[in-house]
């Protein structure tokens, strides 16, 4: 069962250990994979994981550890493609209130999969979706 959706930096802080990470996040992702449960991935997480490591944000190894997490069959992960279901969710997301596209992707794949977001993000914070951090 998918109890959340994470936003790309809440995936890459968990998986890195990471103590920009809230407890309350890391609690999520935790129990998710003490329980046998799934934290979502929205396909463009992986985008944007390749996008930030050309740019020499994070680490070169982000994108395969990611991959391999995604891959493992009792792993936390689990991805989330970008479908005309999301595509119809990302139509109820605010442009004005979450301007970029990634993060109303992200967002409209919480909202489509009925889970809470993980993410520090204030702007969609302040939207209105039930986010955790």
Do not use: C
Not at 37 to 52: F, K, P, Q
Not at 53 to 59: F, S
Not at 72 to 77: P, Y
Not at 94 to 101: E, F, S, T, V
């Amino acid at each position: 069962m998918i109890v959340a959706v994470a936003d790309t930096h809440a995936v890459i802080w968990y998986l890195f250990g990471d103590p920009r990470l809230s407890t309350p996040a890391k609690q999520v992702f935790d129990e998710a994979a003490n329980g046998g449960n799934t934290i979502g991935l929205s396909s463009i997480t992986l985008a944007e994981i390749v996008y930030l490591a050309e740019k020499g944000r994070i680490p070169a190894s982000t994108f395969e550890r990611i991959i391999a997490e995604l891959n493992r069959t009792d792993g936390v992960l689990v991805e989330l493609p970008i479908d005309r279901n999301i595509i119809t969710a990302l139509a109820t997301i605010d442009r004005p209130g979450i301007p970029d596209l990634p993060d109303r992707l992200i967002a409209a794949t919480a909202v489509w999969a009925g889970a809470p977001l993980i993410t520090r993000d204030a702007k969609i914070q302040a939207s209105g979706l039930t986010t955790i951090w």
